[in-house]
């Protein structure tokens, strides 16, 4: 079993920026790939950023390449997800997962493990 907490979500202005962090127990950590999802009030989970398991190869969907980053320390246990220059259609429920297999990492059907998630709002 694997067990996944998101934290550092919150209520911020257009243009700031929001670190949210995932700690990771119950498993090897550092020998799965990882993902970042969100889901807004009516819309589908979408896929949000993904890295492998070293952090040295990272995922990024189109809307948010540029200005989110994704990175891991392996020896915390923890995945991070920096996010600048935020917009008011970044508001959503973001998550992180954790993904077994050879699925694609921006199939949310790849990931078995996931996080109970954390609210991110962002105010125009």
């Known amino acids: 079993q694997v067990q996944l907490v998101e934290s550092g979500g919150g209520l911020v202005q257009a243009g700031g920026s929001l670190r949210l962090s995932c700690a990771a127990s119950g498993r090897s950590f550092s020998d799965y790939d990882m993902g970042w999802f969100r889901q807004a009030p009516g819309k589908e989970r979408e896929f949000v950023a993904g890295?492998?398991?070293?952090?040295?190869?990272?995922y990024y969907s189109d809307s948010v390449k540029g200005r989110f980053a994704c990175s891991r320390d392996n020896a915390k246990n923890t995945v991070y997800l920096q996010m600048n220059s935020l917009e008011p259609a970044d508001t959503a429920v973001y998550y992180c997962?954790?993904?077994?297999?050879?699925?694609?990492?921006?199939?949310?059907?790849?990931?078995?493990?996931w996080g109970q998630g954390t609210q991110v709002t962002v105010s125009s």
């Open positions: 890295l492998d398991w070293s952090g040295e190869r990272t």
């Open positions: 997962a954790l993904r077994i297999g050879d699925g694609s990492a921006y199939w949310r059907t790849s990931y078995s493990y």
